[in-house]
């Protein structure tokens, strides 16, 4: 897994706790903050996703090069 991934998926964790927080003690501030690290974790994470897809097609592509020239 990409350590994007795991950044953004911290980030969105801080950004609910940040959120959950500002509702309860109506501080708007506090709130909007956790709605914007959310949405950047989301995007940091889906980052993370395509670098992993991107890097196992690489890893597939190499192993079927690897299997039609016999070598392994």
């Known amino acids: 897994m990409d350590k ?3 950044k953004g998926t911290a980030k969105q964790a801080k ?3 940040k959120e959950t927080v500002g509702k309860m003690t109506g501080d708007k501030k506090l709130e ?3 709605k914007v690290d959310k ?3 989301k995007v940091q994470s889906a980052y993370g996703g395509v ?3 991107a890097r196992d097609a690489a890893d597939d592509a190499a192993d079927k090069v690897r299997d ?3 070598h392994r």
């Open 4 to 6: 994007d991934r795991i």
């Open 51 to 53: 670098k992993d897809k």
């Open 39 to 41: 949405a950047e974790g």
């Open 15 to 17: 950004g609910a706790v």
């Open 68 to 70: 039609a020239t016999g």
């Open 32 to 34: 909007t903050e956790g």
